[in-house]
């Protein structure tokens, strides 16, 4: 059974790397080996996914060369005509996606089964999330049975459980996007409000490229896989 659409936004900056990012998006950037989106790539074929798709924005040429297919898996590419932020992103790409979708972002690394995180009824968006020690650079979640009832602003935290960067979405979620949009200050966000967004904890390795020094991590974590 096919673990539907897996789509991967590799569209930001990553202004905080600095000048590693300057000719090459973050998402492309090597770690253990090879460029950081093919681990992700690979992690969606072995779990079944049929179909991939990148998001692409920023030094967009350099993914342009993905296109076709990823081991046998069809790719297809959707390129922001101006920079829209996550959220903006995905609504640029409706056409191209099913009903609902994973979601994965492409600086993050996060070692679940993908393939199982599907949506309950009733929502329209679920975040994998994960409990981490310290969580000072990142919003947290106050889930209940399941339900996110908040999304708290970041703060200096000895441990909480926060977004994971994978989440399952369903299309009509952006619906109402227009331009540059969000997914994590405007979507989620609205998401949570109406009581549609739901979250599954898992545990397994996490980590985000975003800094110099969790790079450097990922670099131990991924070549160990």
């Given at each position: 059974?096919?673990?539907g659409?897996?789509?991967?936004l590799?569209?930001g ?9 300057l000719?090459?998006p ?9 460029p950081?989106?093919?681990?992700l ?25 993905y296109?076709?297919a990823?081991?046998?898996v069809?790719?297809?590419l959707?390129?922001?005509?101006e ?6 992103a995905v609504a ?8 609902d979708?994973?979601?994965?972002n492409?600086?993050?690394w ?11 009824d009733?929502?329209?968006?679920l975040?994998?999330?994960?409990d ?11 889930i209940?049975e399941?339900?996110v009832?908040?999304i708290?602003?970041?703060?200096d ?7 994971g ?11 109402d ?23 599954a904890?898992k ?14 991590a990922a670099?131990t ?5």
């Open positions: 059974m096919s673990a659409q897996a789509v991967f590799v569209g900056r990553g202004s905080r790397l600095g000048d590693l990012t000719d090459t973050k998402p492309l950037l090597p770690v253990a080996g090879r950081f989106i093919e681990h790539l690979d992690k969606a074929v072995r779990e079944g996914f049929d179909e991939l798709i990148l998001l692409a924005g920023y030094r967009h040429q350099a993914v342009e060369a296109a076709g990823w081991r046998g069809p790719l297809r959707s390129i922001e005509p920079p829209l932020d996550t959220a903006g640029h790409a409706a056409p191209m996606l099913r009903d979708f994973l979601l994965v492409g600086d993050t996060f070692d679940f089964d993908w393939s199982g995180l599907r949506l309950s009733g929502f329209s968006g975040i994998a999330a994960r981490v020690s310290p969580a000072d650079r990142y919003e947290t979640l106050d209940r399941g339900l009832v908040a708290r602003p970041r703060a935290l000895p441990s909480g459980v926060i977004n960067g994978v989440y399952r979405l369903r299309r009509g979620a952006f619906a996007v227009r331009g540059r949009a969000s997914l994590e200050k405007d979507t989620l966000p609205t998401l949570c409000a109406k009581g549609l967004l739901g979250a904890i545990t397994g390795a996490f980590i985000d490229i975003g800094l110099p020094h969790s790079l450097k670099e974590i991924l070549g160990l896989m």
